[in-house]
Nanobody, 115 residues
Framework: QVQLVESGGGLVQPGGSLRLSCAAS????????MRWYRQAPGKEREWVAV???????NYADSVKGRFTISRDNAKNTMYLQMNSLKPEDTAVYYC?????????WGQGTQVTVSS
């Protein structure tokens, strides 16, 4: 099973920026797609963004124009650049990929947007 480790979360004021990282234990160029999800307190986990191995990207409407997903195959790492953050972006952010018939998740990183 692929091991995924997120980092980069923290406390930021509204309008601020953060960059999340997701480091994989295997070569990510082998993954068809990698995704970011998030889960706010009391809510279900929701999909945020996806990037494929041919760099096709898509975003949830709630983050489109503010978040950018990217990947660095040489570093086996996926990123989520988050700009113009809003309090409603507060959540635990998880990365995910499906490989070898197994869906792998990281442990999550907390993002809190508050003044």
């Amino acid at each position: 099973q692929v091991q995924l480790v997120e980092s980069g979360g923290g406390l930021v004021q509204p309008g601020g920026s953060l960059r999340l990282s997701c480091a994989a234990s295997e070569s990510i160029f082998r993954f068809n797609a990698m995704r970011w999800y998030r889960q706010a307190p009391g809510k279900e986990r929701e999909w945020v963004a996806v990037i494929t191995n041919v760099d096709w990207r898509n975003y949830a409407d709630s983050v489109k124009g503010r978040f950018t997903i990217s990947r660095d195959n040489a570093k086996n790492t996926m990123y989520l650049q988050m700009n113009s953050l809003k309090p409603e972006d507060t959540a635990v952010y998880y990365c995910n990929t499906d490989f070898g018939g197994i869906s792998s998740w990281g442990q999550g990183t907390q993002v809190t947007v508050s003044s």
